[in-house]
């Protein structure tokens, strides 16, 4: 298993040009754990043996390497437990990961948590978390930014928040659901010695929608209500909550209103042709208005002067070797 594992990391080096990390364990807490031993071994000689540095097993280990790589690793590398809960079993005395896995179900439930059970009973080989085949459907999906400079203007903010829509509505689209409300925010930024505003508000939708025009005439309509002259902002973003499957709502009857509704055959078939579009020839080549054409200078676009060119997948960026 090992032996293939390399191999497995080998292969994604050559094709993607991306170095990987491959834990393995006979649970998912120790698989995680597994991964970040693989990456540690490798980035700091030392910190553990160098059989373990990118691919490391920990069921080929016998029980007293394992105890030991388990004792050298610290309680706040385990998934699951975060800073809070680390600080609490630190103050008990738990320091390293082998700590934590000597300790009884009973004790942890008592003192702690189910959840923390769960990852000691991980720890000890029991497998308590299954794996799950997709992942599941975000409750919540966002898209913000951090403007490449102060913004001041109204027009500026509304093509960032109908960019920021129309990028959410395609995530939305992606995993089959619908947003019944869609969030809107806006603000300066706090390292700056300017005067500060801070402000958000929640637009409920008529009918929950995947469609990009109406999640963007709802999220600019947000705006204009929230936006004020006279501040530098420094961020917006977007957020579609309430989100429902696209497969189960709530329908309703429209008269006199062809064509409207949330399973209108006509706005599927334009969102989907529009994502086509976009996923063949590029991001924002087909677009909604109001984020503005598609070649001119934005003031609110992020810097990327520094960003690392895209070498694996445009040609028009492959690097060139001179002699």
């Known amino acids: 298993m090992t032996e293939r594992a390399r191999k497995i990391r080998a292969r994604i080096n050559q094709w993607v040009g991306l170095p990987c990390g491959i834990g393995i364990a006979p649970t998912k807490t120790l698989a995680k754990l597994a991964n970040h031993i693989a990456k540690t071994a490798e980035r700091k000689p030392g910190s553990y043996p160098s059989d373990l540095a990118q691919v490391c097993n920990l069921a080929a ?3 007293s390497d394992l105890d030991a790589v388990l004792a050298a690793t610290d309680v706040g590398e385990v998934w699951g437990v975060g800073p809070r809960i680390g600080k609490q079993l630190k103050a008990a005395g738990i320091h390293s990961v082998l700590d934590l896995r000597q300790l009884s179900a009973s004790t942890v439930r008592a003192n702690w948590s189910v959840v923390l059970e769960r990852t000691v009973r991980e720890l000890q080989g029991q ?11 975000k409750k919540q999906i966002a898209c913000t930014r951090s403007f490449g400079g102060p913004v001041t203007g109204e027009l500026p903010l509304i093509e960032a928040v109908s960019e920021f829509a129309s990028r959410a509505a395609f995530k939305l689209r992606k995993q089959s659901s619908l947003a ?18 801070n402000r958000s508000i929640v637009v ?5 929608t995947a469609n990009t025009s109406e999640l963007t005439a709802a999220a600019v309509q947000g705006l204009r209500h929230i936006y004020k002259p006279g501040f530098q902002f420094a961020k917006a973003g977007v957020m579609l909550l309430d989100l429902i499957p696209d497969n189960q709502h709530q329908a309703e009857l429209v008269f006199n209103e062809p064509g409207v509704g949330v399973c209108s055959d006509g706005r599927e078939r334009l ?8 996923e063949r020839f590029g991001r924002s080549t087909v677009h909604v208005a109001s984020t503005g054409a598609e070649r001119s200078v934005k003031e609110w676009t992020m810097k990327q002067e520094r960003r690392t060119p895209a070498y694996t997948t445009s040609w028009s960026q492959v690097a060139v070797a001179r002699a």
């Open 61 to 63: 280990l016998p029980a």
């Open 127 to 137: 497998p308590c978390i299954g794996l799950d085949d997709a992942p599941s459907a």
């Open 180 to 197: 019944s409300e869609v969030l809107v925010f806006a603000r300066t930024s706090p390292f700056r010695d300017t005067p500060q505003y």
């Open 204 to 208: 409920p939708l008529v009918r929950p």
């Open 271 to 278: 969102m989907s042709a529009m994502d086509m579009i976009n």
